[in-house]
């Protein structure tokens, strides 16, 4: 049988066992120094196989006919990483989506979105959800990314693929430590971290870290964590593990990050800003719109900049974050059980139950568009998203249409996942064959308040104003004169307020064959079963008479069969190729209303297919991959132009539901030990990511928001000894290389918008001896200005230059 006896990889005070894995899966030692080094194969195969995400097999990662990448624990502490976002560096085709005003991780993989996962198990977001939680790396081991779809394997989960953390597990020998950590603008850290046996057959671990930062550009950032768990050995072949993590935290959000000036270069037949001139910026020829003097458009040709319309407007390390905005404020509780148990010595079982609870509260301000120039809907300057001039004074740094959002939002969820795993012979064939099943239900409960500035006035029927903006206009964006008010002063209009229950299962079975001639195959098929329902609760009738009442709950379900087939060929114990097709399903939007009309609508399918070929050389101590892909995600709504509310027959659909999200690309993902004093990590990938959901729009075909073409990391660590120092010092210098990235938006007239590209360096320098480890980490090393996300209409700045020091005691 196949089965790769791997011992638990240990990390202390630099001193590491070396292992090299042998074509069938024996292991192997070597004694080649005196400071002995894991090999990188060893440690991805440790990762691969025992997490159990990947493929829920027994396979090497060189057999592994998917698109895996690990990244290691090592990794994680020479980069410092404190949260989810900072690792996506070291993964190819994992990046920032942007667009989602600064709330939580909001990752993509392939430009699709992304599920996050604890051990296998939902973490939260995903799906469409606007109230996200931001992942630490507190209590996180490893990190797996799986790419392309895994429904049949995973439950419901997005289209691009899957992002396991893997946490920290009790040991049965004592491992104590203590960390601090301080940096700029007043970041600070405490952690506990310990685990030992209480008796022979139970160990326990528990973690607890309280960290605070005021924040670059006042985004702060508060959050303490506590994780505990025990794991009982009951017996030789029979484990159990219960776990609990809470995490409070208080993370500022900016909605806006840097806007960009909304100047449509259409407008002034392709002229751009910087050609323009006050003549160009004619008044509208039917005397509609925001008629301004000659002096007042020579004022506005005055204060455009070479790239609005095009790039965020420069303010520096100012932000725009209003005084009114609240925190992120989350509270999340995650229970959850695991049993492992071998059966026979070819029947294994694995199984967990978590529950999860997730509270969140803030208050963030959306909108604030400086209007510059724009011919919309044929008219030039049509009030209000026009220049703001009042009592005759024109301000062309004013922010108009102004709006602020509070949520109240609570997500529990309740998941089950059963695998069960037979492997057995046939003649010169190793199989393994699984069944799994998969249950899992979120109920998600939101309220939503919105305030906005005197440019939103709603009327009713008769043309009486019943609602009009109290918020001040900030009439320059550069230096804003803030309202003084609260909130709830300002006659806030109840915007949402529902309940959206999403609940799915499903059953599957796998089969993989390992061939003696170097193919591997996997083939699975699962059946999955989605279920959706909404109840709205009203809303405030002068925001939306037609939605005041409260409405019957209305439900949508869907099933089909999902599958993944692919192969896998060692043409050596050192090259493989492998190519996989897979497709998977899932609820078309988490936080989605459902229509009567959309009762029989299908659920939102991905598909994905990958040529890849790995390598592995050096004693095992290079492991590389690169692959070709192409992932799409299908069922996308969009309106149909053809249909007019309350005209239209009934045999007129109001939308359609076949729109689409496709990328395709060629990623390369490479992790080297070349010696005992040098480390090396490299990724890079080209990505066209398109969106093609609305044929009848203008944006049909462009680039996906903030998916940009080209992302390149590396990360290149040199130990040496120096001044005489009893233990070597680890040197480390890393790059991140991201292309520019598109804000398209014809609805706002600037479909040319982007975030420039931009390479930043990072800095490390750590020192481990006897039970003392003290580690420096300078970020953004030459203070380059640079956007790090594509916003709505805008660009968050990356932070500058900055450092962060850590000292940690093991006892």
């Known amino acids: 049988m196949k089965k790769f006896p791997l011992s638990l990889l240990a990390l202390a005070c630099g001193s590491l066992s070396q292992y090299a894995i042998a074509s069938k899966g024996e292991v192997s030692t070597t004694d080649k120094s005196p400071l002995e080094v894991i090999s990188v194969y060893a440690k991805q195969n440790q990762v691969v196989m025992n997490s159990g995400l990947a493929t829920k097999s027994d396979m090497s990662l060189m057999e592994t006919p998917a698109a895996v990448v690990i990244v290691d624990g090592d990794l994680i502490k020479a980069q410092g990483i404190s949260d989810l976002q900072d690792i996506i560096r070291n993964i190819s085709g994992v990046t920032q989506a942007g667009n989602n005003y600064g709330i939580g991780d909001n ?28 992942r630490s790396m507190t209590n996180v081991e490893s990190v797996e990314v799986l790419k392309g779809p895994a429904t049949g394997l995973y439950g419901m989960g997005s289209a691009g693929g899957v992002i396991n953390l893997i946490e920290k597990k009790p ?37 607890v870290k309280s960290a605070r930062s005021e924040g670059y550009r006042d985004l702060s950032n508060d959050r303490d964590e506590v994780y505990a768990s025990l794991k009982f050995v009951l017996n030789s072949s029979n484990n159990l593990l219960l776990s609990a993590a809470y995490i409070d935290d208080a993370i500022a959000v900016d ?61 520096g390390h100012n932000g725009i974050i209003s005084p009114m905005a609240k925190d992120n404020e989350g509270q999340e509780l995650r229970l959850k059980l695991t049993h492992t148990v071998d059966i026979t010595d070819h029947l294994f079982l694995n199984h967990q139950l978590q529950y999860r609870d997730y509270d969140s509260s803030f208050a963030r301000q ?87 500035d005197a440019d939103q006035v709603i009327k009713n029927k008769q043309g009486d104003v019943i609602y009009q903006g109290t918020l001040p206009y900030i009439f320059d964006i550069r230096n804003p004169n803030w309202a003084t008010s609260t909130f709830e002063e300002n006659d806030p209009l109840k915007t949402a307020d529902y309940n959206k229950t999403v609940a799915a299962w499903g059953l599957g079975a796998q089969h993989v064959a390992y061939f003696e001639n170097g193919f591997t195959t996997r083939i699975g098929l699962a059946y999955n079963r989605i279920k959706q329902s909404y109840q709205h609760f009203g809303v405030d009738p002068r925001y939306r008479a037609s939605a005041a009442e409260p409405k019957p709950e209305q439900d949508t379900s869907d099933s089909g069969i999902t599958y993944n087939l692919g192969t896998s060929y060692k043409f050596s114990d050192d090259l493989s190729a492998f190519i996989n097709h897979s497709k998977g399903r899932t609820a078309y939007s988490v936080l989605g209303e459902i229509f009567g009309n959309e009762a029989d609508r299908e659920d939102s399918e991905s598909v994905s297919n990958d040529i890849g070929m790995r390598f592995k050389g ?83 075909n462009s680039r996906q928001k903030g998916v940009p073409y080209v992302t390149v990391g590396s990360w290149l660590t040199h130990s040496r000894h120096v001044f005489d120092l009893p233990a070597p010092v680890d040197l480390s210098l890393g790059m991140s290389f991201v292309d520019k990235r598109s804000t398209h938006s014809d609805s706002f007239g600037i479909p040319d918008g982007f975030v420039p590209s931009y390479t930043v360096f990072d800095a490390g320098v750590r020192y481990e001896h006897n039970n003392w480890q003290w580690q420096m980490n300078i970020n953004n090393l030459f203070n380059k200005v640079y956007f790090s996300k594509a916003m709505f209409l805008g660009g968050m700045p990356g932070n500058e230059r900055n450092v962060k020091l850590q000292v940690r005691y093991a006892f």
């Open 618 to 700: 050096f004693e095992d101590q290079v492991v590389a991959s690169i692959v070709v892909f192409e992932s799409s995600r299908t069922n996308l709504q969009y309106a149909n132009p053809d249909y007019e509310a309350g005209v239209s027959a009934p045999s007129v659909p109001k939308s359609f539901y076949d729109g689409r999200e496709q990328t395709k690309g060629v990623e390369l993902d490479l992790n080297a030990v070349l010696s005992d004093e040098w480390k090396f990590n490299f990724n890079a990938v080209y990505q066209d990511a398109r969106d093609k959901q609305n044929p009848n729009s203008n944006s049909y």
């Open 255 to 315: 909605s806006i990050g840097h806007p960009i000036r909304i100047f449509n270069s259409a407008s002034v037949d392709g002229k751009l800003a910087s050609q323009v001139t006050w003549q160009d910026l004619v008044n509208d020829a039917k005397g509609k719109g925001v008629m301004l003097s000659d002096t007042q458009r020579q004022q506005l040709a005055d204060s455009l900049a070479t790239n609005d319309g095009l790039t965020p407007y420069q303010f």
């Open 366 to 452: 959306t909108g604030a568009y400086n209007y510059v120039y724009w011919q919309r809907g044929g008219v030039v300057n049509a009030d209000p998203r026009a220049p703001l001039v009042v009592d005759g004074e024109l301000y062309p740094f004013a922010a108009r249409r102004q709006e602020y959002r509070k949520v109240e939002a609570n997500e529990s969820s309740l998941q089950y996942f059963a695998d069960l795993r037979y492997d057995f012979a046939i003649g010169n064939v190793d199989n393994e064959f699984l069944v799994n099943a998969n249950y899992e239900d979120r109920d998600i409960r939101f309220k939503q308040y919105s305030i906005y």
């Open 107 to 134: 990752l993509v993989i392939r430009g699709l979105g992304a599920n996050y996962t604890f051990d296998g198990m939902y973490g939260g977001a995903g799906l469409g959800n606007t109230f996200n939680p931001t």
């Open 171 to 207: 040991k049965f020998q004592a491992e104590h430590a203590i960390r601090a950590e301080i940096g700029q603008w007043n970041t600070y850290s405490v952690e506990l971290d310990s685990t030992d046996a209480l008796t022979d057959d139970i160990a326990y671990r528990v973690l």
